[in-house]
């Protein structure tokens, strides 16, 4: 078998640090790995497959004899990087949302459309996390009922933001704990027993970027024609994002179909038990690679209406282990 010469950019973040313990999970043929940060963390050493490997600096020169470079850091960075990284001779997926709309860069979900792959030059890009979740098990449904409007409402866990914020939501809670006042400097306001309708940025039309992403990213994914809006929201939980979703499809929709279709779907998980109070939460798919959906009903305000819960480790499907599963794809089908 053929081994690969990898790199991971941002190995310290959380997303870079999932991206390496799913590659030792998965037995990625790697030949030689490199992690590549910052001038200030250059040096650190990280343990991979036992052996002590000490970062060096992510800049010019560093991606030469790379074959597969993941890229787990903020858009700025990788609007830099990346076109260096494939200058050099790598092949460039990246989590962030730099690339995601660029007409020439693939959007890739391996359970979606795997077949885009085919058209990359260089630089392939990891959806958003929320995004991922909800077409996975949505692509089966649109298959066969045509989906044609998606109205979905998010409630994503602080990991998503980052180490920050899970710090941040751990200290909230011990100091509640410890009677001490809480503060807050990652989000606007305490995310301890709160909910925040803001995650990313507010545009001039009221939505935020994260909801925007949903939006566009769906299109480009799915079907450029379906109609998508959203709303996101961040809640108190470390790791697993949720999503209420509604669609309504051009043909009728029988419930016992819905549910056989998701049993095979590639990547999901039927759970929805309401007799038993089985259903999906985030504490049920922490560390699981598939997208969990339950509640699923039909919606009697509209025609051909359905609503799902959707539930993922955003850290594993939403990031990490969709990037690893891209890039074993472009070796099955010999497109690096």
């Known amino acids: 078998m053929r081994t690969y010469n990898v790199a991971i950019v941002g190995p310290l973040g959380v997303v870079g640090e999932k991206v390496r313990s799913i590659l030792i999970e998965r037995n990625f043929p790697i030949n030689k790995i490199k992690f590549l940060g910052t001038f200030k963390n250059r040096d650190k050493p990280i343990y991979f497959n036992d052996e002590v490997i000490l970062t060096e600096v992510a800049e010019e020169g560093a991606f030469t004899q790379i074959d597969i470079a993941f890229f787990c850091v903020n858009s700025q960075v990788s609007k830099y990087l990346a076109p260096i990284a494939v200058k050099e001779g790598a092949i460039v997926i990246d989590n962030s949302s730099a690339w995601r709309m660029e007409e020439d860069v693939p959007l890739i979900i391996p359970e979606v459309n795997p077949q885009d792959l085919q058209y990359h030059k260089g630089i392939i890009s990891n959806p958003n996390c929320s995004t991922t979740q909800m077409l996975v098990p949505l692509k089966p449904l649109h298959d066969i009922y045509k989906i044609k409007r998606i109205v979905v409402s998010t409630y994503q866990s602080v990991s998503g933001t980052g180490k920050n914020a899970i710090e941040e939501l751990y200290n909230q809670a011990l100091d509640f704990c410890l009677d001490k006042p809480i503060s807050n400097s990652v989000y606007p306001y305490q995310i301890l027993f709160n909910t925040l309708p803001h995650i990313d940025d507010f545009l001039d039309n009221g ?107 955003n850290l594993r499907k939403g990031a990490a282990l969709n990037s690893v599963q891209i890039a074993e794809i472009l070796m099955d089908r010999n497109l690096l």
Do not use: C
Request: charged share 30%; glycine share 4%.
């Open 207 to 313: 939505y935020t970027k994260e909801e925007m992403k949903m939006v566009n990213e769906t299109r480009k994914i799915l079907d450029k024609n379906i109609q998508v809006t959203a709303t996101t929201v961040r809640i108190p939980v470390f790791n697993g994002h949720s999503e209420s979703v509604n669609i309504q499809t051009e043909k009728p929709i029988y419930l016992d179909e819905v549910k056989k279709i998701l049993k095979k779907a590639k990547g999901v998980k039927l759970i929805d038990e309401t007799k038993s109070n089985l259903y999906p939460m985030p504490i049920f798919s922490e560390g699981k690679d598939d997208v969990f959906v339950g509640r699923i009903r039909k919606d009697f305000s509209i025609e051909n209406g359905l609503n799902l819960w959707i539930v993922s480790d």
